[in-house]
Every structure is written in C-alpha cells, then in structure tokens.
T-cell receptor, first 113, second 112 residues
Framework: NAGVTQTPKFQVLKTGQSMTLQCAQD?????MSWYRQDPGMGLRLIHY???????DQGEVPNGYNVSRSTTEDFPLRLLSAAPSQTSVYFC????????????FGPGTRLTVT | DQQVKQNSPSLSVQEGRISILNCDYT??????FLWYKKYPAEGPTFLIS?????DKNEDGRFTVFLNKSAKHLSLHIVPSQPGDSAVYFC???????????FGTGTRLTVIP
C-alpha cells in the first residue's frame, strides 16, 4: 500500500496562474480532505469529500475547487493563484463516518510570487 | 474562531523525563480526540486517540488524558526520547460537521 500520495512535492507559481495539486489513496477510504498548514495557524480544512461525486467546503475554501470522480483521487485546483495561497498543502483520507483516524500525504509546498 | 487550542507553541524536555502537551477545546459536541505527530517535510502521522466516553487511553510510552468538564486534554510521553522531537497537533472530531478540527501545534524538543 502506498497510502496517500501527493504530487508535486514543490511548486512555484506566479500570481494569476492556475494549477492542480494531485492526491490519490489506495486504501479504499470514503472520506478525503485537503488542508493547508500555515505558521501559527495549524491545519485548516479547505474542502472535503465523503464519497465519489460528493464534495463540501471546509473552513477556508475560497480560491480553490475540488472534484471527486473516483474513490481514489481528489485533486485540488487553484483557479488564479495569489500570494496568500503560499502554504503547505496536505491531502488526507479516512475510512468513513465511523473512524476519525486520518492518514496524511507527504504534502505539497506551494509558493506564489 | 479557533475551536481547538494549543497554547504552548514549544516545549523543551530532557531525555528520560516526562513531556506533557496540552490542548483545550470549546465545542462540547466534539466526541473524539486525536494526537498527531509531524516531522519536518512529512505529513502528520496518527499517534493516539481517545473517545469522549473515556478519560484515559494508553499506548506504550504515550498516554492521553481527557477532562470533559474542563474541555481539556493532555498527552504524556514517558520517558521522552530524542526521536520524539517533532510538532504535535491535537485534533477533535465533530460528528455533525464530518470534520476534524486541529490545534496550532506544539513543537517538542527532547534534549539528549
């Protein structure tokens, strides 16, 4: 099992560019989530999904889009990058409603100039 | 507003001594609590958890205590080892929101 994988590990964007952060899990987990980690802010939820075809907003959804066409994949799209989106992004998955134990990917460090 | 708070950004402890990391929460609907450990350039990894129906859970050197009336939980590491040096995040589960809420983290340094 690879667990939760994320690509790329590092990315630099210019303001206004768009890109997609990839996330995949091979544990057949129902729930998947995207977090961002900023100094002094902990991990903040961007978007999450409770199953294929179902997504919802978290605490800080503005500027991001998600979709969940398969159980395995949960890409995060930045529509028009802004310097405020400079952060480390983590994807996570968990079994479902009965389990809170989340498994995290290694993260993507994004810099927007 | 931060629903899960870790008020100590950092903690230094001598090897072999006890490390106590604290966490406070405000939402009485939280029914599950977890601790995650994070090394630099890696994702957080699950360490230990506790359900709201318990007040203590132990796993080897790690014990989590929950005081629901005070809305407070703590993680005890005994004895502390240099490999325990990491950032520790407290998290709480809200069944109504289908989400985990994380604290801001405490950086633990264990001094050899």
């Amino acid at each position: 099992n690879a667990g939760v994988t994320q690509t790329p590990k590092f990315q630099v964007l210019k303001t206004g560019q768009s890109m997609t952060l990839q996330c995949a899990q091979d544990m057949n987990h129902e729930y998947m989530s995207w977090y961002r980690q900023d100094p002094g802010m902990g991990l903040r939820l961007i978007h999450y999904s409770v199953g294929a075809g179902i997504t919802d907003q978290g605490e800080v959804p503005n500027g991001y889009n998600v979709s969940r066409s398969t159980t395995e994949d949960f890409p995060l799209r930045l529509l028009s990058a802004a310097p405020s989106q400079t952060s480390v992004y983590f994807c996570a998955s968990r079994q479902g409603h009965s389990s809170y134990e989340q498994y995290f990917g290694p993260g993507t460090r994004l810099t927007v100039t | 507003d931060q629903q899960v708070k870790q008020n100590s950004p950092s903690l230094s402890v001598q090897e072999g001594r006890i490390s106590i990391l604290n966490c406070d929460y405000t939402n009485s609907m939280f029914d599950y609590f977890l601790w995650y450990k994070k090394y630099p350039a890696e994702g957080p990894t699950f360490l230990i958890s506790i359900s709201s129906i318990k007040d203590k859970n132990e796993d080897g050197r790690f014990t989590v205590f929950l005081n629901k009336s005070a809305k407070h939980l703590s993680l005890h590491i005994v004895p502390s080892q240099p490999g325990d040096s990491a950032v520790y995040f407290c998290a709480a589960g809200d069944p109504g929101a289908n989400n985990l809420f994380f604290g801001t983290g405490t950086r633990l340094t264990v001094i050899p």
